[in-house]
Structure formats: C-alpha cells, structure tokens
C-alpha cells in the first residue's frame, strides 16, 4: 500500500492553522475554542497529542473536531474525529457534555498502510472557572476493536 505524503507534524500543524482560520469567521466568536489536549489509548498502550476545535451550532450543541497523533513503536498512527457534542445546561461550575461522531485512523509501517473508519462515543467534563478551560474526557472507539481512551487538556476561547 501507499504511505501517505504528509507527516503527522505536518498535518498537526496544518490543522491547527485550518481550525483558526475557521474559528475566526464562526459566529458565536467569544465561544469558539481551539484546544491542546494529551491522551492514553489504553487498548494500543499508545499516547496521542491532539489538537481540536469547538464550533457552537446551537447553545448546548458544537461541532468538536479533532486531529490526533499517536507514538506508536513502529511506523506512524494518526486519527480524525468529526465529532459533535451536546452540553447539559448548567448556570455555574464544570460542564458536563456527551457526544459522538466519526473517527478515522490511519497507521502506516514500512510499506503497510490501512486506514479504518468508526464510530467515537464520549464522555466530559470542562471547567469554566478562568479563561482557560481545563477539561478531561473518556472516549470509546469503535473500529476493527474497541478502544478506550483518556484524554486531559485545555481549551482556549477565541474572540471576545
């Protein structure tokens, strides 16, 4: 099979200048968020490092897309999620949201290359304290096997 062209530096990178670009013409600007986030596949016994996006669609729901790239001991593995996620109303402290979307993860070794397309379920918390919104979240995977993950990171509101 063929190896994919790009890097996943590269493509971390790319996405990350995508998801500004993007949040900056978003409605909803003052709750548009750009995220870092670290997390442990704990069926592959992989880390991934991780940036995502948070697009409002509504007041509880969001478009929540993220690119992930993992540490694999061979080759390279990295993930899309096109996710959405629903935040239950509260009028003070941490948020609570569930979701779910698409995932597609791609792993290359030498000359083998597969690429897997599934299902993501999650679960999360985001604190609302600061301007900074610290946030953990478990992530189900659904692809060839299922997989549990557990992600930790910040997310930074952009405009007002």
């Given amino acids: 099979m063929r190896r994919h062209p790009f890097s ?11 998801m500004l670009a993007t949040a900056g013409n978003a409605e909803a600007q003052d709750r548009t968020k750009v995220g870092a986030r670290v997390g442990y596949n704990f069926e592959t016994e992989e880390v991934m490092f991780s940036t995502n ?3 409002p669609v509504t007041s509880q729901f969001a ?8 540490t694999p001991d061979d080759g ?3 993930g899309f999620n096109g996710d959405m996620k629903f935040s239950f109303p509260v009028s003070s402290g941490p948020q609570f949201y569930v979701g779910g979307g698409v995932g ?3 792993r290359s070794v030498g000359d083998f290359s597969s690429t897997d397309v599934g299902a993501n379920l999650l679960l999360g ?8 919104h610290p946030f953990v979240e478990g992530k189900i995977l659904f692809q060839d096997e299922s997989q549990f993950m557990l992600i930790g990171g910040l997310n930074f509101p952009i405009g007002r």
Wanted: a neutral charge; aromatic letters at 14%; proline letters at 6%.
């Fill in 8 to 18: 996943p530096h590269t493509l971390l990178l790319g996405s990350v200048v995508v």
């Fill in 53 to 55: 996006l948070i697009v």
């Fill in 63 to 70: 478009f929540y897309p993220s690119l992930d790239v993992y």
């Fill in 76 to 78: 390279n593995r990295f």
């Fill in 104 to 106: 597609v993860m791609s």
């Fill in 125 to 132: 918390l985001e604190s609302r304290t600061t301007w900074v």
